[in-house]
């Protein structure tokens, strides 16, 4: 049977190669490729089964109009013809009546490739819609360490082997990273001590030597006291620290006030822990802190990841191979122009900016403009993962909104559809990779053609366009000739490529980039900024997070099983990671008579909503922790752990604040 390469299109760091085994019609196997420069034939549980998810009996293979009552469900088939003329219809009915900001585009995740997730920008600019403002996962962590580091690339994952001591800060790497989790083990087993900074510990507590729990949006105040530690007793890199950055002398005049007994009273972290964690960091010539996005979820996020980034070169680790922070920007690319695909210069008018956190108050009219008349999305279940869901959910059944779903599942969204379009999977379209979390690029051409009457988000917006009259030269392109332009007009990063490399990008799979040089600072000033002039708080500081009148901090973390909502059409992943679950720290549960297993509800001013109880105390006291997205049938009330998340962003990045919403919890 034929093997072809491909690349796994899901939201990780990695962008995984893939060996896809198929007949020319179906897909029979899917491995790992062991040539891939970055996960080296290591994909995880889920990718290993992806042609259960291609040829689920579930998918959706036609397009589909809804015929009963917005939520139920309930549709029936319809041509494409007809599909296209009900959608641009009432497109037409809007800009006629509303104007280009009643239209609003919404997509993130569901798929992470170049063209097949930013190609509607291109028609939503034509049309003059609003824009969408793409702050859902971790922009106030890339705004934080943009605002110290500018565009310096971090540590690519595969520098760890060089580290000599690891901090995991708020990373559950065994869901995010896995590919990173053997240079851990082997660490380990060479004496390399890990040391895992989190509110819950969960999966990764077996892989680390000592584990330091901490409260929920408090992370930026154990930041700091490491860093008076570090000061007070002559263990930061003075020399390194006056040349190579900005507003140093400042900064350590004012570490004074951050003892770690103030940081204790603050994190729930001993003081002593936080001295002899302080020192340990120090004592080691190359540490790496791995730093995650959760920490960044909060009102404070973008403060607490300016602060753990100044950490990671108080010490001058950065001048070190292996030292220094991984889990931002490794300054890779960009490698292809993403603006031949989004065609920013279609757009005549002056877009309507709509955050993406905050759709509930757009569908509403409560920011400030008209209500959203026209919900187009693809790429994304809000009703699952974006907050407020409760508000989501009132904003879609209002009669006056007109919503389009592409779509491969019926998902909890695609419920409250008025038409929904049959969508592709990555081995049924071509497209391009790049990998955020590690230094490399790749393509992943066609490989089998879609069941039924599914097509690409790039056929589909073609189509949508000659639909609307549109006849620019863009939506006649097909999404093979469009990739092969990306890759003749290559940016500098894919330039100069050997023979073999361009071959490779041209047929099918991924390279990898050089690693950044770690010193060349790409700031402004040319040096880390400690100080940021251009920050509203220039000064780096400890800042509360939002928090709220109930007792209980209410975090998110990631699951092993599942991938936002994404793979919950298969049942073993699904039945594998069992029923909505909320840790609680056995103090915590004592308090309030509850115990492992029973059901219990947890709520907030938005709403409430069923758990069942872990009691652990791998949770830090005063947290409670839920992991993945689950669907609305799994709930008893069909509401999900996003219907207790508020709307508020965070301090810089507009940026999700889903770790920062407080609830309590009864029997």
């Known amino acids: ?47 290993q089964r992806y042609e259960k998810s291609i040829h689920s009996p579930e998918r959706i293979l036609t397009p589909l109009k809804r015929i009963g009552k917005k939520g139920e469900g309930r549709f029936e088939p319809i041509s494409w013809d007809e599909a296209v003329n009900a959608i641009t219809g009432k497109w037409r009915e809007a800009l006629d009546s509303h104007g280009p900001d009643s239209i609003l585009p919404f997509y993130y995740s569901g798929v992470m490739s170049m063209i097949q997730r930013k190609c509607g920008d291109a028609l939503f600019n034509r049309m003059g819609a609003c824009k969408l403002i793409m702050t859902l996962c971790s922009s106030a962590k890339s705004a934080g360490y943009k605002s110290v580091m500018g565009g310096t690339g971090c540590l690519d994952p595969r520098e ?20 990173s989790m053997p ?29 330091v729990l901490v409260k929920p949006g408090t ?26 950055a900005v507003g140093y002398h400042e900064f350590v005049a004012t570490l004074g006030q951050y003892t770690p007994e103030w940081a204790e009273a603050i994190t729930g ?50 001048k070190n191979s292996g030292g220094g922070l991984c889990g931002c920007n490794p300054g890779g690319g960009p490698y292809v122009d993403a603006d031949r695909i989004t065609r920013p210069d279609l757009r005549q008018n002056e877009a309507r900016r709509v955050n993406i956190n905050q759709l509930a108050m757009a569908l509403k009219g409560d920011d400030g403009h008209a209500p959203i008349r026209c919900l187009h999305i693809f ?3 809000p009703v699952g993962s974006v907050a407020n869901q409760l508000g989501i959910r009132a904003g879609l059944e209002n009669p006056e909104l007109f919503t389009v779903v592409h779509e491969r599942f019926l998902t909890d969204t695609a419920c409250y559809a008025d038409i929904i379009l049959p969508a592709t999977f990555s081995v049924e379209h071509s497209d391009c990779y790049g990998s ?6 790749g393509t992943a051409r066609k490989i089998i053609n879609p069941p039924g009457e599914c097509k690409s988000n790039w056929d589909i917006f073609c189509l949508l366009a000659k639909g609307m009259g549109f006849e620019d030269q863009h939506f006649h392109h097909s999404e093979d000739s469009l990739l092969d332009e990306l890759l003749a007009n290559s940016l500098p990063a894919l330039q100069g490529l050997d023979a073999e490399q361009q071959e490779r990008l041209h047929s099918g799979g991924m390279i990898s980039a050089p690693f950044a040089d770690h010193t060349d600072w790409k700031t402004v000033s040319g040096k880390i900024q400690i100080v940021d002039e251009e920050q509203q708080v220039s000064m780096p500081q400890y800042q509360q997070c939002h928090g709220g009148e109930y007792p209980l901090q209410l975090i998110a973390v990631p699951s092993v099983e ?17 029923p909505m679950v909320m840790v609680i720290h056995p103090d915590d549960a004592e308090e309030r008579s509850i115990s492992d297993g029973d059901e219990i509800v947890a709520f907030n001013d938005l709403g409430e909503v069923p758990f069942t109880a872990r009691v652990t105390p791998l949770v830090a006291k005063g947290a409670v922790a839920v992991a993945g997205i689950f669907k609305s049938s799994q709930s008893a009330n069909r509401n999900l752990v996003n219907a207790l998340h508020h709307e508020r962003l965070s301090d810089i990045g507009e940026a999700t604040t889903l770790n920062d919403n407080t609830v309590d919890i009864r029997r």
């Not at 001591?165 to 995010?176: D, E, H, L, P």
């Not at 660490?187 to 680390?208: D, H, P, Q, S, T």
């Not at 955020?436 to 690029?441: A, E, K, T, V």
Request: proline share 4%.
């Open 160 to 179: 760890l082997a060089k580290s000599d001591f690891y901090i995991v800060w708020g990373s559950n790497m065994k869901a995010t990273r896995l590919q």
């Open 436 to 441: 955020y979390g590690y230094c490399s690029f």
């Open 379 to 381: 790429g994304s279940n």
């Open 219 to 244: 992370d930026g105040a154990l930041a700091l006291g490491m860093m008076h530690v570090l000061a007070t007793e002559g263990l930061d890199d003075t020399d390194f620290l006056q040349n190579e």
């Open 562 to 578: 599942t991938l936002n909502s994404i793979f919950l059409e298969r049942d073993e992943l699904v039945e594998g990671r069992g």
């Open 183 to 211: 240079d851990l083990v082997k660490g380990r087993k060479n004496g390399k001590r890990v040391v895992l900074i989190e509110c819950f510990a969960g999966e990764m507590a077996g892989y680390c030597d000592q584990v």
């Open 269 to 318: 972290v001993p003081a002593q822990v936080i001295s002899d964690l302080a020192r340990e960091y120090a004592a080691a010539a190359s540490p790496a802190i791995i730093l995650g996005s959760g920490n960044s979820r909060y009102g404070n996020g973008g403060m607490t990841v300016r602060l753990i980034t100044i950490l990671s070169a108080f010490t001058g680790a950065w």
């Open 1 to 47: 049977m034929p093997i072809h390469k491909s690349i796994c299109p899901y939201d990780c760091p990695t962008s995984c190669g893939l060996l896809i085994e198929n007949d020319g019609t179906r897909v029979l196997k899917v491995k790992g490729d062991p040539d891939d420069p970055i996960c080296g034939g290591l994909i995880c549980r889920k990718m």
